[in-house]
């Protein structure tokens, strides 16, 4: 299971029979054990990563830190379950470094997009204590791929 994820996550496009090639099994049980990942929830779904200065280059992404209170019964669960819902919002994490809580990352049109998204609709949620906004300048690595498609030379590594 851990290799046929491993593969996923580098190229979620991969077909059956390749995938069955790299695994050693048939085409068909590739196929198979991604529907039963499917199927229990470990494989929650597939996305695409863009190089936004060729697709879009006014898309504007930041990381908020959140100091928040824990609600009584669920802890965090319920602040993040609202925040989450949000269209803006990419992902919500909860973090144990002490100085904030939770981590929420937003995809927005302009700086003025998420500036506003921050003051008007996360900052007046019950709980919310404080937040503190980095705007990410550029991305250079997600998910593992090297966003300006160059892989480095791992030859001269080690």
Avoid: W
Avoid at 129 to 143: A, D, G
């Amino acid at each position: 299971m851990n290799d046929i994820i491993r593969i996923l996550q580098q190229n979620a496009r991969i077909s059956d029979r390749e995938l069955g090639e790299m695994l050693g099994v048939s085409a068909e049980e590739a196929a198979a054990e991604i529907e039963r990942l499917e199927k229990s929830g470990v494989i929650k779904g597939y996305s695409v990563i863009v190089n936004d200065d060729l697709y879009d280059d006014s898309v504007v992404y930041a990381t908020i830190e959140l100091k928040v209170t824990p609600q009584r019964d669920c802890g965090f669960d319920d602040i993040a379950k609202t925040i989450m819902m949000y269209d803006e919002v990419e992902s919500v994490s909860l973090m144990s470094s002490g100085a904030y809580d939770l981590a929420v990352e937003v995809k927005g049109s302009n700086l003025k997009d998420v500036a506003f998204f921050v003051s008007e609709r996360l900052a007046t949620i019950d709980g919310i204590l404080s937040t503190s906004t980095h705007f990410i300048l550029k991305k250079y690595k997600e998910k593992g791929i090297f966003i300006d498609g160059e892989e480095p030379d791992e030859r001269g590594l080690g």
